[in-house]
């Protein structure tokens, strides 16, 4: 049964998550979510690009029992563009304080956005839920692909972006505060898959944020199907060279 929570004007801790066809794990997730986070001052936002599995549908459903949950569905321009229209309206329309990014598909534990939550109340600006520091790690039905993929990707990442003091630079959970998010110009951004988490983390970290890592275990979905492809690839291969260009370019005061 589904509690009708007081509107709250300006949470401190927003939630978003983009989904695209998570039907089967959306409902769980937000309840979950609310239950753990219980108090009238966090919000959580779904940015749906209208998935054809009724995924916009299960969510409107929940909103209206819940108000901290918000819907927000548009065309699928890509995971890139989901997120920044999610956390502007965080930004923006909420005026969250601390905005928390994860997976609609159980991969990221929603209990462990406490610690990242806490982490940012610690002095940190980024706390980046995190595979590959001490403690954390990979559930073993990753197949050998995507254990090389994400283990070698990461490593390339670091080298080319120069991102090397950050160990899981393609991380999607992560808690940033919202002055971080302000400096980092998101709205500029145009990746649209999964390299929008690696253009994310360079953009706040040469804006000067303060960036953690906090360990996480990373769980293989059990619902849903994966929409990392080939596309995702390429993009990022492209991108981290990008990146290394920008920095070439940039002005040194
Ligand atoms: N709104 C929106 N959400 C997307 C899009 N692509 C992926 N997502 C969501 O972004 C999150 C991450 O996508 P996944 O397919 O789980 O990618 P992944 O976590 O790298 O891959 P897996 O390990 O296979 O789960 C999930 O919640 C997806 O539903 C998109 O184009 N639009
Ligand atoms: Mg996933």
């Given amino acids: 049964m589904l509690r009708r929570m007081p509107p709250s004007t300006s949470p401190r801790v927003c939630f978003v998550i983009p989904t695209y066809n998570e039907a089967a794990n959306i409902t769980p997730l937000l309840e979950r979510l609310t239950t753990l986070h219980a108090g009238g001052d966090t919000a959580i936002v779904?940015?749906?690009?209208?998935?054809?599995?009724?995924?916009?549908?299960?969510?409107?459903?929940?909103?209206?029992?819940?108000?901290?949950?918000?819907?927000?569905?548009?065309?699928?321009?890509?995971?890139?563009?989901a997120y920044v229209r999610g956390m502007r309206h965080a930004l923006d329309a909420l005026g969250a304080e601390t905005?928390?990014?994860?997976?609609?598909?159980?991969?990221?534990?929603?209990a462990d956005a406490r610690r990242l939550i806490d982490r940012l109340g610690a002095g940190a600006d980024v706390?980046?839920?995190?595979?590959?520091?001490?403690?954390?790690?990979?559930?073993?039905?990753w197949s050998l692909r995507r254990r090389l993929l994400s283990g070698w990707g990461n490593q390339l990442t670091r080298w080319v972006t120069g991102l090397r003091q950050v160990r899981d630079c393609t991380a999607g959970f992560k808690a940033i505060s919202a002055d971080a998010l302000r400096a980092a110009d998101i709205d500029s951004i145009t990746a649209r898959g999964q390299a929008f988490q690696v253009v994310l983390l360079h953009r706040l970290t040469r804006s000067g944020a303060r960036v953690v890592e906090e360990p996480i275990f990373f769980r293989e979905r059990d619902r849903g199907r994966t929409k990392l492809g080939w596309r995702d690839i390429v993009e990022c291969l492209l991108v981290?060279?990008?990146?290394?260009?920008?920095?070439?370019?940039?002005p040194r005061g």
């Fill in 99 to 110: 905005i928390v990014q994860m997976d609609a598909d159980f991969s990221h534990d929603p």
């Fill in 46 to 81: 779904v940015v749906d690009d209208h998935s054809p599995d009724g995924t916009g549908r299960l969510v409107r459903d929940f909103a209206a029992a819940d108000s901290r949950v918000h819907l927000l569905e548009g065309p699928k321009r890509g995971l890139g563009h």
């Fill in 240 to 250: 981290i060279w990008q990146l290394r260009l920008v920095d070439l370019l940039r």
């Fill in 127 to 141: 706390a980046i839920g995190s595979r590959y520091v001490p403690g954390g790690g990979i559930d073993h039905r």
